[in-house]
């Protein structure tokens, strides 16, 4: 320190300013680089979700390669290929090489990507760790050739350095983008690999094709299960609901509209001219005033006039959700092996508005099968339609799902933790801003309104597990109550009517007499590969005292509905890319039994594990083998059903206990009850 | 879009620059800021932080002044006041107003503030939700005014603008800082409240004054435990050791050392000039290589041999750990009223390096008292002396507590969670280059290195409780025999000399043989405020066989050894400034018991629980009412003591069960046997 200079004089000297790139240089675990597995992860992530924005932008399905090499100990190649629109040359560099430049940061609309920070952040990382560029080949749909660049991020100035550049032809690939990288990685399968993060992206981008080629050659495709593009989300200007007075203020200065008014409907949304009239109205505008010239007070009470006044709810086009359908197709996609028995009706919240950013929370939930019932319940977290497999401690959606009382709806919990059970839940959280707790984009931010959302909807997939439960433990006890009547009625009636030297009466009239149920069998698939079933058969028996008006639908794979699918009776409607299959209005006296059959499409295998049956006509304490109709069928059922439901014609009061009567049956008295309650009908 | 575009160009033209204030305003959660009670703590922390960062560096022990007060729903106005060096006029904009602008960014020492956001980043905020601009007061000693400014940061440029500007004198104070914002926030106390923030400053910063001024008025202060500032860590360059081979690359092209030979010595820290001669042989350079100069392999070679050579530690100077004794005294400041039965001696790690960057890992623990048994442990984190209050869930050192197994050290546990018991941990780590997850500076990631430190550190922490529990149900079987013992006997040898007509012996040396035990009681002290005890009483009794040399050592409050302090017999040795006392070598014939008495420094009140009794000269197993001398004492016991223990004549082997004998005891046999025992010694 030279003698002269004063204590503060020498504190000044050492104040400087820092590249952005040499703080995330220092700070690379901020952008999840902080160790070679999740480096590995964060650079195939960065990549694919960059090719996927591109070619839904560019309305292109999406075929996305990822290829990971071994080149030494911790040192992986990473080359990922898709088929975008490609980028013109000129943006090459800055796209690749420069933190914070992009095209979706000012836009406000949901996107995966938002920070202009992500695979620059991969490049840079390359560069520090290996000391390689990053290669990258380009192509447009109107060039003929595709540009190649080797190219590194200099992180003192935090700008593209270009270090090898030319053309080339590539093949007959019409426009897309390979990059190319080479890192400081380690290759894992498991949790938090490439594998699990294609897999999650895979469940909720149903129209993609994925390709991973592992270190050891091991090839996997997730192919599309749909050929439909979501569609485009759309930008919106921010809703009023939220914003802060710093921020009112800063979109007035920077508005180009004339006056107040058209800044009210034009740089905002949702505000109506009904709307508009009530905000100048509370504000004591006139709606002429230039929006820039409003200061202080004005602002304050322009705030107020906002807050106070209804608003509409902001549109859903700047968001794109997955759908409840998608939702439960995916789930049952991967989840298909563990045979759960419970797919809870997948949520899909409307959209709500935090910070004038609208978003949405969407839900689905699974129990049983082979889900390991002491665990914790496995979560699988997405933001923007992107997997989220690190920081889950660190997550809202984690800390929602943890902080639920869970035994309200059937499952042990100790406090705050997340709840043990054979259960798995899905949370996708939609924005056109996601509060991400860091730039690795891993973790969502705790936010009131954010976390309120995801509460509502998990309740919601609560309530129909808690149902669920409930009615299967009600049927368990039907069903026992079923197979005890059947195994002894025979046997006691044989006996009986030997003694007493009478013909067996018709047992089926007095297992309804007794039981009170429709009941649903299912039959048919089979496991052996040789001689695959392809047909099933479903009995429906109507073991109450009343004729029943009845409507059966069944969901199963899409698969099964293709060229070759039969339905005796036919049916009334198959909707093939729902999966989904209806009978018409069907009567069934008590007693009665009817049989329908359906037949898979040629090549794919029956198992009757994957149809699930669904009655409406009957509520479910009448019903045994079968679910009530869920909600998301969404179907305009017969008034008949409709008014016998309002009648409440099921809520009969108790029968009497069976096993009581076990001993002492009063064959003429049961046959007269029956013919009473025939004739009431 | 216009007609003639391409998609390619329409995308391209989306593209742009992002400015770094404009990323954080959208992403405010990031930096610590996402709702009103987090922003309040936010701000408050990102001040103090750099006032205790700012009296360090000068050398003045800390004096913050922290005021927050009520301006309406969700509205407050926070003041932070320093008694630092001040800052000078021209860099009041900068340090205030520009992101990523400051003076330990580029240093490789630990402080607190290291990213140049934090103070910027709470103007940023207070802009944006109140459109207030940030009001700094600041003097330097040299001038004899201090300046006044209101600036705001001005997001799309990143840059301050000042609004106003003004001189004025100051009262009496010689230089420091006051900034005044006002932000949407909210106050409340308990967990993650400011409150809690100081309280925890004031654990690990023991040489601060620090106060606190809530909405309400109530006004709290926590006073400076210790006059000394903590060293100050000393700037060192990187340690070869986890750099990375862009790393090396970048540091060799802008070194400005001549020659290969002195960018290693003098570039890189721990580099000796014989681990010089052994990297330069490994690689095959001279030394005399211009660095600049190397590229490629050559450079590969120069990292292989870096990794290869054994070197030197990192140097501590750069880092400021708290020390054992300085945890111990913070904890016991803090948890005084719940009276904990346990303090694990605390554990200060050696330091270890990260990619080039030194750190050290700190541990307390604390067992019992009322610290609720039935709970998760509580969890002190702390990095670089600052408590972290957030995002627990998210922070290696949580994660790394759950991940150890605690059921070996005699703790309940369900599966990778918190263990759960009477227990506070507290982890500090101190480091050039803290790992946070995010810019808010609330959890630390991932790092194999600094897991595996924390581990260690906790697991020696663990060996101690565990050493703790055994000892105590030891110790519990123990008392709970020599209660039986002294109630007993006499009854019994009453009962019995009148039997046979024989005087009732000596029952000490009946006890020393049923025993075995060195006993310590202590009494005094009271909990009555009109008449406070002053004084108290330790009693030490020989109950072995043998003659015993013992040095007994007390740890008391640091106030009790103020002016006033006695000891009778008097001390060999006081020290005020740890609160211990010693006495010379005590020599104790079997039965043989000796009493000490200390007199409380004026003004202070004694309880008996402040008193830690330790014991050197008989090992645990024969102590009873105190702990041997514990590690962290350092103190070199005498010949004697050392040559005991060596010999291991505590080792002597079972005694005969006490229970078996009680029926029938023979006081001659007894009497023998002492005197053979005393001939022995």
Same mark, same amino acid.
């Given at each position: 320190m030279p003698a002269k200079r004063t204590l503060a004089e020498e504190l000044a000297s050492r104040q400087r300013e820092i590249s952005v790139a040499e703080f995330f240089e220092r700070n690379r675990q901020i952008l999840g680089f902080d160790n070679p597995q999740r480096a590995l992860l964060t650079t195939v992530k960065e990549a694919v979700d960059n090719s996927l924005d591109a070619c839904e932008e560019a309305g292109i399905l999406p075929d996305v390669? @990822? +290829? #990971? /090499?071994?080149?030494? *100990?911790?040192?992986?190649?990473?080359?990922? *290929?898709?088929?975008?629109?490609? #980028?013109?040359?000129r943006e090459i560099p800055n796209v690749f090489g420069r933190l914070l430049y992009g095209s979706r940061f000012h836009s406000n609309r949901q996107a995966r990507g938002q920070q202009g920070i992500g695979i620059s952040a991969a490049v840079l990382y390359a560069g520090l760790t290996t000391a390689t560029p990053a290669h990258i080949i380009s192509k447009v749909r109107e060039s003929p050739t595709a540009n190649v660049l080797d190219l590194v991020l200099d992180t003192s100035r935090n700008l593209p350095r270009i270090v090898a550049e030319d053309v080339m032809l590539w093949g007959d690939r019409t426009s897309g983008v390979r990059i190319e990288l080479t890192i400081r990685g380690r290759y894992q399968r498991g949790r938090q690999s490439p594998y699990e993060y294609l897999r999650g992206t895979a469940i909720v981008n149903p129209h993609s094709r994925l390709v991973l080629v592992e270190p050891d050659g091991t090839r996997t495709t997730w192919d599309r299960a749909t050929p439909e593009l979501p569609k485009v989300p759309q930008e919106i200007p921010p809703h009023p609901h939220g914003l802060e007075l710093g921020e009112l203020m800063q979109r007035l200065r920077s508005s180009r509209k004339p006056t107040l008014g058209e800044f009210l409907t034009s740089d905002l949304s949702g505000v109506t001219r009904r709307a508009l009239a009530d905000i100048l109205a509370r504000a004591g505008f006139t709606g002429k005033e230039d929006p820039r010239g409003l200061h202080g007070e004005a602002v304050e009470k322009l705030l107020e006039a906002l807050r106070a006044t209804p608003m509409a709810p902001p549109s859903a086009d700047c968001l794109s959700p997955i759908g409840?359908?998608? !939702?439960?197709?995916?789930? =049952?996609?991967?989840?298909? $092996? !563990? =045979?759960? +028995?419970?797919?809870? $009706?997948?949520? /899909?919240?409307? $959209? =709500?508005?935090? /910070?004038?950013?609208?978003?949405? @929370? +969407? @839900?689905?939930?699974?129990?049983?099968? *082979?889900? $390991?019932?002491?665990?914790p319940v496995q979560l699988l977290r997405f933001a923007n339609r992107v997997p989220l497999l690190f920081q889950q401690g660190a997550c809202a959606i984690t800390n929602t799902v943890a902080h639920m009382d869970w035994r309200r709806y059937g499952l042990e919990q100790k406090s705050s933790a997340l709840p043990v059970g054979p259960v798995l839940i899905l949370v996708h959280v939609a924005s056109t801003k996601i509060p991400f707790t860091s730039e690795a984009k891993e973790a969502i931010a705790e936010q009131e309104d954010l976390t309120r959302e995801i509460e509502l909807a998990l309740q919601a997939a609560a309530r129909n597990l808690k149902l669920h439960l409930s009615r299967r433990t009600r049927r368990a006890m039907a069903q026992e109550k079923f197979a005890i009547i059947r195994r002894i009625l025979p046997r006691l009636a044989e006996k009986t009517s030997g003694l007493v030297g009478k013909p067996v009466p018709d047992l089926d009239r007095v297992i309804t007499r007794i039981m009170d149920v429709v009941t649903v069998e299912i039959q048919g698939g089979g496991k052996d590969p040789s001689s695959p079933s392809r047909e099933a058969r479903i009995e429906i028996t109507n073991y109450t005292a009343r004729t029943r008006h009845l409507e059966l639908f069944l969901e199963v794979p899409l698969e099964a509905t293709g060229p070759g699918f039969r339905a005796d009776p036919p049916a009334a409607s198959v909707q093939p890319e729902m999966g989904r299959v209806s009978w018409d209005l069907l009567k069934l006296s008590p007693s009665e039994r009817k049989v329908f059959q359906i037949t898979w499409a040629s090549g794919a295998e029956l198992d009757p594990e994957d149809v699930d049956v669904f009655v409406a006509g009957v509520d479910e304490a009448h019903l045994l083998g079968a679910d009530p109709l869920p909600g998301d069928w969404d179907v305009r059922l017969p008034a008949a059903l409709v008014e016998a439901a309002e009648k409440g014609e099921d809520s009969a009061g108790p029968l009497p206990n069976p096993g009581e009567e076990d001993e002492e049956v009063d064959y003429d008295a049961t046959e007269r009850k029956e013919s009473v309650s025939q004739n009431e009908d």
């Open positions: 390669l @990822v +290829e #990971i /090499s071994r080149l030494g *100990e911790d040192r992986l190649k990473v080359a990922v *290929e898709d088929n975008g629109p490609g #980028i013109l040359r409840p359908l998608l !939702i439960k197709r995916g789930l =049952k996609n991967v989840l298909g $092996p !563990i =045979k759960p +028995e419970f797919y809870a $009706p997948p949520v /899909s919240r409307p $959209p =709500k508005v935090h /910070s004038g950013c609208p978003f949405l @929370v +969407e @839900v689905g939930l699974v129990y049983g099968g *082979e889900l $390991p019932p002491d665990q």
